[in-house]
């Protein structure tokens, strides 16, 4: 071979090894559709980020979509092959995904190496028969949030821990003018959150919304009939109000319009955002029937999840599983959420945070006894038989046979 031949065989194999090693070096992209607020969506921008600088070789490939819309422009996405590789998933629709196979079992990639290190209640949301088809990383308890002025102005010490206290501190805190209300002892909330309020009432009384394999509703058990009781009777003194938006429930809790509101750790971020100075609050989780019985506190959980489709796996459990872990975690302290880690609390973000605001770190301990919202695959069957039955009860129609009557209706919905 001549000199000449040489030099260009070099010149190739050289120019081969360098190609080879740019394509090496291109990043797996994943595709990320988002339907966050915009306090979540502070937060997962910087998990994005603290990923990404740990694994320089995943690049996420970030799409903002409507959180009201995620589901069905997901559905769309998986029937016509178009799905992203990882995406966001609550409630029930988790469980439709993964029956459907439309899922990745998360266990064939090491899935299991991260149980013990989130919350026992948020990891059995991301279970279905033996797979594990997803990855939480948000669990929000729904909790009692009191104004600490209107209590100390009615010489009430401390948040309710059972049933009797919430009833008998509403009544301490609500403020009449005539027929006008001037303060409300407690706010429930929307029509949606007045369902996480009777859920939570049956939890504390021992009861569960399905029977053992949920071909049927148990809410209109005798625990389910003392939920509702004790809704229409707090609804029926004036003690509730039911019907109002939950920003404005919650403006209303930080400026004295209620005592208390039933709601989650959201307070934090309205407390920060209100405009003017916040009156001072505290949280105790939600109370049990009677001293030292089940707390009710009732949580909804949120899953990150990576689909069949995907062309990238592994890389797609990798990115997961890192949202759920105390490093990414500390994000969501720091925007005023709650985590799906235990651990989390000794990350440095999150202890800033909770030096900052005590009820967030309050607010975290309370997560760690929960149960989880249902999430059963026709949950929402449920859902539109509840929510005019509760309506109803609050407006005063008798609990016992407005409850019987939408247990009938859902089982009709749940059998279709």
């Known amino acids: 071979m001549t000199k000449m031949s040489y030099l260009t ?11 080879n090693g740019l394509a090496q070096a291109a990043p797996v992209e994943l595709q990320f559709w988002e339907g966050h607020s915009v306090q979540e969506e502070t937060a997962t921008i910087k998990m994005i980020e603290a990923f990404e600088k740990a694994n320089p070789d995943i690049k996420i490939t970030r799409t903002k979509v409507n959180f009201g819309g995620n589901f069905e422009k997901i559905t769309t996405a998986v029937a016509s092959g178009t799905a992203p590789d990882v995406t966001p998933i609550w409630s029930g ?6 029956a459907s196979g439309s899922l990745i079992d998360l266990n064939k990639y090491g899935a299991a190496d991260i149980k013990n290190s989130i919350y026992p209640a948020s990891w059995n949301y991301v279970q279905y028969k033996d797979g594990v088809y997803g990855v939480p990383y948000a669990q929000d308890p729904r909790m009692i949030v009191y104004n600490l002025d209107a209590f100390k102005e009615v010489g009430l010490e401390k948040g309710p821990a059972t049933l009797d206290e919430l009833y008998t501190s509403a009544k301490a805190l609500s403020k009449k003018s005539g027929n006008a209300v001037e303060r409300y002892g407690l706010a429930v909330g929307d029509q949606d959150n007045i369902i996480y309020f ?27 009939m003392k939920a509702a009781g004790f809704l229409s009777k707090m609804a029926r003194e004036g003690l509730v109000s039911t019907n109002v938006p939950q920003d404005n429930m919650r403006s209303g ?12 750790p959201w307070i934090f971020y309205a407390a920060a955002n209100l405009g003017k100075p916040a009156q001072p609050f505290d949280v105790v989780p939600f109370p049990s029937a009677t001293p030292g019985g089940p707390s009710g506190t009732v949580a909804s959980v949120g899953a990150y999840t990576a689909f069949a489709s995907s062309k990238h796996p592994e890389e797609a459990a990798k990115f997961v599983k890192f949202m759920a872990s105390p490093e990414a975690q500390q994000y969501r302290i720091q925007v005023l959420k709650t985590g ?10 999150a202890k800033e945070t909770f030096q900052k605001v005590p009820a ?15 999430v059963q695959a026709k949950w929402t069957k449920v859902v539109d038989a509840l929510r005019p039955a509760l309506e109803a009860i609050s407006s005063g129609a008798d609990p016992q046979e407005t409850i019987n009557n939408a247990a009938r209706q859902a089982n009709r919905g749940l059998r279709r």
């Open 93 to 98: 629709f988790l469980t439709q995904f993964a």
């Open 253 to 264: 809790l930080l400026t004295g319009r209620f005592g208390m509101i039933f709601d989650g």
């Open 340 to 349: 799906v880690s235990p651990a989390v609390v000794n990350e440095p973000y």
């Open 360 to 374: 967030l770190a309050k607010a975290q301990e309370i997560a760690a006894n929960v149960k989880i919202y249902p």
């Open 9 to 19: 065989t070099g010149l190739v194999l050289g120019a081969s090894l360098t190609m």
């Open 198 to 224: 009777f859920v939570s009432l049956l939890y504390a009384n021992g009861g569960q919304v399905f029977n053992a394999d949920e071909t049927e509703v148990a809410f209109n058990s005798d625990a389910g």
